[in-house]
């Protein structure tokens, strides 16, 4: 029996350009501002009211939020709420009530006193540019995308020096918990779930990535950010680093190194210059995560397996191996060409180079085979015509090797 994951890399459709022409206010207002906007001052984005009270006189904070306003329209009208609100709905921030913490700012449980709904309260720090920086990116970034896959903004608060993001509470914690923290309460995630979790994860990515225009790059990929509802279902979170991607004739955006060591892709570490197939690489150290069970880095393992990307690279190449990069809580309980063929999804996802790494669009193809639960239960061959992904390689029963497996040129439109 032959398996062979062997297929072209399909250059993404052309995006139809949209105007971007400059609105008239660029700044995001709050229902309590005191600066009354204009009589007859047309708002050609977004029905949210704006004004400069949202954020500090800086030039660019203010850059900030004209960059994403003027290329795409609000499409979700989160609501405005008071500090005393969130307070009253939090307890006043009570510890029991943490959820979390991250580099910006707490999460927290609370009650919605207009619905009774329980949602998450993401204080920021009140640390100047950096936590206005990362709250208006989160706002913006989520009042022009709406998908099952990407976390719901329900509103924002943005009284005095306090920024804070209301969102829908996602019961089942992140994916990090279930990969790295079980217990009785939390045990293992089986295989099927995992796959399911990847694929629903990728699709938000892909909404991101091909229908919003211009693309967003989500920049911060990382189980940590990957939420898990009741039925876990998997839905992306915390877009405070998210930057819109090239448009027209440019094939990248340089900005500032920012992300989690570990989940960059090399050539945006090195230069700052990003594309959504830097997320590509993110997303399939996230996906080598799953499948491994491992921390993408683990400064508690032997030197050799701190890095999980360079621990599994060289067992791409040997089939002997597989088995030993699966998580051992799975207790070989997942399908062999499964295995494999998740493993030639994340390896492709690793390429160092940037254009060589699938699109977004075949990982989803591929993740909808290996989530379905009788994939891998008969004997047939898998081709290229039932999965289309560039994968570059061939595996065979009479080799322990990929078989490098010859592709159409590489992508280079991203």
Not at 195 to 223: C, Q, S, V, W, Y
Request: aromatic content about 8%; charged content about 25%; glycine content about 6%.
């Amino acid at each position: 029996m032959r398996i062979i994951i062997c297929c072209r890399i399909v250059p993404p459709d052309s995006r139809k350009k949209m105007s971007s022409r400059p609105t008239k206010s660029s700044i995001l207002d709050t229902e309590h501002s005191k600066n009354a906007r204009k009589k007859g001052q047309a708002d050609e984005c977004t029905p949210i009211a704006r004004s400069r009270s949202m954020l500090p006189a800086s030039s660019k904070q203010r850059m900030i939020a004209e960059d994403v306003l003027k290329h795409e329209k609000v499409k979700i009208v989160p609501q405005v709420y008071t500090f005393r609100e969130l307070a009253a709905a939090t307890e006043n921030f009570h510890p029991e009530l943490q959820l979390g913490e991250g580099g910006f700012g707490r999460v927290y449980k609370g009650k919605d006193t207009r619905t009774n709904e329980i949602v998450a309260v993401k204080q920021l720090d009140r640390n100047g540019y950096q936590g206005n920086r990362e709250f208006l990116a989160e706002v913006l970034t989520l009042s022009i995308v709406n998908h099952p896959n990407l976390v719901k903004l329900l509103g924002y608060c943005a009284d005095g020096q306090q920024r804070i993001l209301v969102y829908e509470y996602m019961p089942n914690g992140s994916l990090e918990n279930h990969l790295f923290e079980t217990c009785a309460e939390r045990p293992p995630l089986d295989w099927y779930k995992r796959m399911k979790i990847a694929k629903g994860a990728a699709e938000g990515l892909e909404h991101l990535h091909d229908t919003a225009n211009p693309p967003i790059i989500f920049r911060d990929l990382k189980a940590s950010n990957i939420l898990l509802d009741n039925d876990f279902n998997p839905k992306l979170s915390d877009f405070g680093l998210a930057k819109l991607g090239p448009t027209g004739e440019q094939d990248h955006v340089s900005t500032r190194v920012m992300g989690t060591y570990g989940y960059c892709a090399p050539e945006y570490a090195m230069t700052g210059q990003l594309t959504t197939k830097s997320d590509m690489y993110s997303f399939g150290v996230v996906f080598l995560e799953i499948i491994s069970g491992k921390r993408a880095i683990d400064p508690s393992k032997p030197s050799e397996q701190q890095n999980l990307v360079a621990w599994a690279t060289p067992q791409f190449k040997d089939k002997r191996k597989f088995k030993l990069i699966a998580d051992p809580l799975l207790k070989d309980k997942y399908p062999v060409k499964g295995l494999y063929q998740a493993l030639a999804v994340a390896s492709m996802c690793l390429q160092q180079e940037a254009n060589t790494r699938p699109l977004i669009s075949d990982v989803v193809t591929a993740l909808e085979y290996l989530s379905m639960e009788n994939f891998g239960e008969t004997d047939e061959i898998i081709t290229t015509a039932d999965y289309e992904l560039a994968s570059g390689f061939e595996i065979t029963d009479d080799d322990n090797d990929f078989v490098d497996c010859p592709t159409s040129s590489p992508d280079t439109t991203q």
